[in-house]
């Protein structure tokens, strides 16, 4: 079987689309001869004749388009798409949180949304969040998209995920949570940028300027696929 028959073969039995980490972690290139066998599905991924992107680090088969737009509703609306959008960040969130070891949190009202064929509440590790400080903090806390938590059940990471909400609503609740010794970080494409960079230098959020980070989508997926790759040659 050839190279790209073998990629095919492990989208098929997906459903027809795969993350390039799933790629990474599922095609069996051990008898492949090369010494680059990643760069070799990234190059076979991006053949026209048999795959399309639906989006950054997601591939599909061309021959089950029609039926991937329709089961992830890409053709129904923008909303639809901007909710899928989220969600799918969300999870790859999720996923390298796991895949690194720590504790995985996602919002009550995010459980039932899809990462693409599964639920988010089904791939967080946790479900709920952990007990880690008073009430009232714990409430502002349980709103963020994605938490991480080390292994001694304190928060390592908090992660937001601006597809086209107010980027300074998620500084306000990293600012109520400044007191922890965490990562802050937003996430949303590389054209909001310059909108994270003002709304940091506003004096409310002078104690945190320093902590938070923007990360942009291909940043994340990138990593996800990175994380993959570790994870398959036994680095992670």
Excluded: C
Excluded at 47 to 72: N, T
Excluded at 122 to 133: G, V
Excluded at 154 to 177: C, G, M, R, W
Excluded at 211 to 231: A, G, P, Q
């Amino acid at each position: 079987m050839k190279q790209y028959e073998q990629v095919i073969k492990v989208m098929e039995e997906n459903g027809g689309w795969a993350t390039l980490g799933f790629l990474y972690h599922k095609v069996n290139t051990s008898l492949w001869k090369t010494k680059t066998p990643f760069a070799t599905i990234r190059r076979i991924v991006q053949d026209e004749r048999f795959f399309f992107k639906i989006k950054v680090g997601l591939w599909a088969l061309k021959s089950h388009k029609e039926l991937l737009l329709e089961k992830f509703e890409l053709n129904i609306s923008k909303e639809k798409e901007q909710d899928f959008s989220h969600s799918y960040f969300q999870g790859l969130l999720v996923e390298i949180g796991n895949i690194r070891g720590y504790n995985t949190y996602i919002p009550p009202q995010d459980k039932n949304k899809l990462f693409l064929d599964r639920k988010l509440g089904h791939i967080a590790s946790l479900n709920q969040i952990l007990d880690f400080t008073y009430p009232q903090v714990i409430k502002r806390a349980k709103t963020i998209d994605v938490i991480w938590f080390n292994q001694r059940n304190f928060p390592y990471a908090f992660f937001e995920v601006e597809h086209t909400t107010d980027i300074q609503n998620s500084l306000l609740k990293f600012n109520d949570l400044q007191d922890f010794y965490s990562k802050f970080y937003i996430l949303s494409a590389i054209e909001r940028k310059r909108e994270f960079e003002q709304k940091i230098t506003y004096t409310s959020f002078k104690d945190i300027r320093d902590r938070v980070s923007f990360i942009d989508y291909e940043f994340v997926v990138n990593l996800h696929t990175k994380s993959f790759e570790l994870l398959k040659i036994g680095q992670l």
